[in-house]
Nanobody, 127 residues
């Protein structure tokens, strides 16, 4: 599976961005998809995850109520809608695919669970 993330950019605090991640290769609908981010000088951290059919989602506490993950299996795409952005959301955002269909709350947050990673897209939020 190849993953291509896009949609990052520079935005003012309080603004919005929508990230996209297009998958190619194996059947997209068999994967749990996740978004992670890595800020300068920090470790990569979990942001959000979604089950194969979108019926279950998971979010990191700092983004709950502001970010929404969704997917369109017909387009092999997962999205991350980011609203009310804060300067602390500044990071490189990565999409990732885990070759399981069900979303497990412990598994989804762990980097080691994911089999494939995209190249990352930079999100910068100015104050």
């Amino acid at each position: 599976v190849q993953l291509q993330a896009s949609g990052g950019g520079l935005v003012q605090a309080g603004g919005s961005l929508r990230l996209s991640c297009i998958a190619s290769g194996r059947i997209f609908s068999t994967y749990v998809m996740g978004w992670f981010r890595q800020a300068p000088g920090k470790e990569r951290e979990f942001v959000a995850g979604i089950s194969w059919n979108g019926d279950r989602t998971a979010y990191a506490d700092p983004v709950k109520g502001r970010f929404t993950i969704s997917r369109d299996n017909a387009k092999n795409t997962v999205y991350l809608q980011m609203n009310s952005l804060k300067p602390e959301d500044t990071a490189v955002y990565y999409c990732a695919a885990d070759y399981v269909s069900t979303l497990n709350s412990r598994r989804v947050v762990a980097e080691s669970s994911y089999d494939y990673w995209g190249q990352g897209t930079q999100v910068t939020v100015s104050s």
